[in-house]
């Protein structure tokens, strides 16, 4: 990835929250705890699991930059969701953990040094070296395909 393409990037993950905020206001608050199928979660499980997923984020980007040559802590998200029982976790609570972790995440990327662009640690369920690029290639995407997600869930909610 090139300076630019790094840089449009990063704001791409910076527009993460508001993303997501606007895509839960056209959502009715009635569907949060439709399950289209046993399997799949709930809009209400999505948004517990990203609180997870994104405060796991933000430690890792940290781990990267401070401690290049670590091996990162692996979590298998379907068995957080169950063990933690997602669907009583509180969503709200979840939404102001995602909105600081992108926050205070964004705005650390957009001041690290070019040096952290070549560091690398190791990821438990990858072979190859987990970068700053492959990191940030994973987030930057995963309120937005999350939201798809959310949208699949409305729809059949809608059908139902």
Do not use: C
């Not at 009583?88 to 070019?114: C, H, N, W």
Request: hydrophobic residues 40%; glycine residues 4%; negative net charge.
């Amino acid at each position: 990835m090139n300076t630019e393409e790094r840089k449009a990037r990063i704001e791409e993950y910076g527009r993460g929250f508001p993303l997501l905020e606007a895509a839960l206001a056209k959502m009715p608050k009635e569907a949060w705890s439709f399950k289209p199928s046993a399997k799949d979660w709930s809009i209400h499980e999505i948004i517990v699991h990203m609180g997870d997923s994104e405060s796991m984020a933000a430690l890792r980007i940290r781990k990267l930059i401070v401690e290049p040559g670590t091996t990162l802590m692996a979590y298998e998200e379907a068995q957080w969701a169950d063990a933690l029982n997602y669907q009583s976790q509180s969503a709200e609570d979840s939404l102001q953990i995602i909105k600081y972790a992108r926050q205070t995440t964004f705005r650390l990327l957009k001041t690290v040094p070019d040096g952290v662009f070549e560091q690398s640690v190791k990821h438990p369920e990858m072979n190859e070296a987990y970068t700053f690029d492959t990191w940030l290639g994973i987030y930057a995407r995963h309120i937005p395909d999350h939201i798809e997600q959310m949208q699949r869930a409305i729809d059949a909610w809608m059908k139902r």
